[in-house]
């Protein structure tokens, strides 16, 4: 059942929002304030310095690059050569990058869409609502809403997922949306094709009176963390507590190498 496991570790960035991972270009890349760390498939470890007083509040691998954000602007990296990068200034701000190369600002209800090597704008849609996060799932990308509406871009197709506004952590796994209700304690399982709602699963939350929880998604299963870490069954939608009181400060999933 699968194939060796590597070991890395990286010494981490605190506060630990300060760590932005992500998986692309056959690697694990952590950004920093100031660095941005490379993990290879076989465990290998490198960095490079960012410019000087960059620190990192996004970070999406699309197409040939990778692109980081500090909140102001946007800089482009090139994966096979990461000390090689280009800053690019924007006219807003940028609170949500995601894949695609989408951006949206704070409390903003515009998405921007830029161009996948310059990161000039290249188009604006306004979805009534401000953005919370942006989920690609293989060739669309979603836009979650603060008032409980998903929005796949491409065709400003809406799924209505809450009527309460709040977080609504959300991540792509096994052709679906999945989206943490916390106001009613459930994960909210759409179909990323057709949009419908496939399923709404209860989930005991580490605090009943305050449920808050984070949504991490592998290849074949989702992660729900709080106090705890539980598992997602896509196959029956089940979520069964694995790891009791981890209390864990940061989690991030990585693809395994192909």
Known sequence: MGGPVGHAGVPAARPFAQNHLVFAHRALWVAQPGRLWRISPAAGVSSSPLPAGFAPAGLVGDGRWLWLTDGRGLLRVDPAAPARTVTVPLAEGVAQLGPGLYASGVNSATVRRLDPDTGRQVQAVDLGEPVLSLVGTGADVWATGTCGTLTRLADRHGVRVSD????????EASGSLWVGDEVRSQVVRVDAATGAVLAR??????????????????????????????????????????????????????????
């Open 164 to 171: 309460v506004s709040q977080d609504l952590p959300s991540v």
């Open 201 to 258: 699963t209860p989930f005991t939350a580490a605090d009943p009176d305050d449920p808050a929880f984070v949504l991490v998604a592998g290849h074949s299963t989702i992660w729900v963390v709080d106090r705890h870490v539980s598992r997602a069954d896509p196959a029956t939608n089940v979520i069964t507590r694995v790891l009791p009181d981890a209390d864990p400060l940061a989690v991030a999933v990585a693809a395994p190498p192909r």
